[in-house]
């Protein structure tokens, strides 16, 4: 087991001026799970590659413990990686494919099945060890996957979106089972996803990269609390937060009828940078719908309603500066309002995050 280091890390490919991976700087500590989430093209998978060897290091440095593995070639770095597409060999057994890195590197027979079959017990795949590939579910060729990583005991697991091709039922029986492998097995992880919900799910903390930019890094619930910039709190959240660009008012914001209050340091702030506005941020759980009669907080018109059982997702529209505005409220499985309705609504006090709208950081604390 090891830590990771990317200190400095940038990658330039051949033929542009622009990074795709811009001075990173990640400490991963020995047995954490970290997971790399970001949209397409954001420099999360060349991040990934970077640490395999698969991809230059242009700048700085990558380190594997007390080693550094900037230059080494992938052979010789201790790691294991688990691809997109399974990169199994059809023409082996399941028992072949786990042991063939082991079977190159020179291991005995007798070594290489016990520790086959030890990975196979962990991942309920005793039954098909003599089957090859073409007769494996996609849930199950991942899981081989997965142990022909296991057998190599090395000291940094490498998985590069290794759910994608699976159904969404499998995708979220899958993601437990690799979380909770990775605890049992305490070996250090780096997991790339685009799927916000599978990195707050699965991830001890939780990489957010954009034009190969770190934009923050931190536990799951710390980011989905206090989400560091815009981009940040747009990302992280399914729906997402409710960003609403409103006018600077008195002991606080205006928002719609109402004033929401906001600590003075966070006006004065954004009064110091010249700003009349700021954006304030609103999950869909902190907004509360009024009473019947009042026009208090923000008109919502209802468009789309999801019903989810014990809870419901209003999709509407609101005027916010004369320019209509959509926004996401969460209202209790039974109180859920008609379409075409209009309801109005209020932050919940304490739950707005205020967000400067001319460098789009976060002001609240």
Same mark, same amino acid.
């Given at each position: 087991m090891a830590s990771v280091t990317y200190d400095n890390a940038t990658r330039i490919y051949p033929g542009t001026d622009k990074p795709a991976v811009d001075k990173l700087n990640i400490e991963i500590e020995d047995g954490e799970f970290l997971v790399l989430v970001g949209p397409s093209g954001c420099g999360k998978s060349t991040s990934l590659r970077m640490l395999a060897g698969l991809e230059d290091v242009n700048g700085g440095a990558i380190r594997i413990g007390d080693r550094d593995v900037t230059h080494l070639p992938p052979k010789d770095r201790d790691i /294991?990686?688990?691809? #997109?597409n399974y990169a199994l060999y059809p023409h082996m057994t399941v028992a072949q494919n786990m042991g063939f890195a082991l079977k190159i590197a020179g291991v005995?027979? +007798? #070594?290489? $099945? /016990?520790?086959?079959e030890d990975a196979a017990k962990i991942l309920d795949l005793t039954p098909y060890l003599d089957r090859k590939p073409k007769a494996l579910s996609?849930? #199950?060729r991942q899981r081989v996957a997965m142990g022909r990583a296991i057998v190599r005991e090395p000291q940094v697991f490498l998985m590069d979106e290794p759910l994608s091709n699976l159904d969404a039922k499998l995708r979220v029986q899958t993601r437990t089972q690799i979380a909770s492998l990775q605890r049992r097995l305490g070996i250090t992880t780096v997991y790339v996803t685009h799927d916000q919900t599978?990195?707050?799910t699965m991830g001890d903390r939780v990489a957010v990269l954009k034009d190969g930019l770190l934009q923050q890094i931190d536990s799951p619930r710390n980011m989905y609390d206090k989400p560091a910039n815009l981009f940040v709190a747009g990302f992280i959240g399914s729906p997402a937060m409710n960003l609403v660009e409103v006018p600077i008012a008195d002991g606080g914001v205006k928002f719609g009828n109402s004033v929401v209050p906001v600590e003075r340091e966070v006006i004065a702030e954004a009064a110091g940078r010249g700003d009349k506005t700021v954006t304030v941020g609103i999950r869909p759980e902190h907004l509360d719908t009024v009473g019947e009669g009042s +026009? /208090? =907080?923000?008109? %919502?018109? %209802?468009n789309v309603v999801e019903e989810l059982g014990a809870d419901g997702y209003v999709y509407g529209t609101a005027q916010v500066g004369g320019e209509a505005k959509e926004l996401v409220v $969460? %209202? =209790? =499985? $039974?109180? %859920?309002p008609e379409k075409g309705a209009t309801i109005h609504v209020v932050p919940r006090a304490g739950e707005a995050h205020v967000f400067s709208i001319s460098t789009g950081e976060r002001l609240t604390d």
């Open positions: /294991a990686m688990v691809f #997109q005995p027979k +007798d #070594q290489i $099945r /016990a520790k086959v996609g849930g #199950q599978e990195a707050l +026009d /208090a =907080g923000l008109a %919502v018109t %209802v $969460r %209202v =209790g =499985g $039974r109180e %859920v």
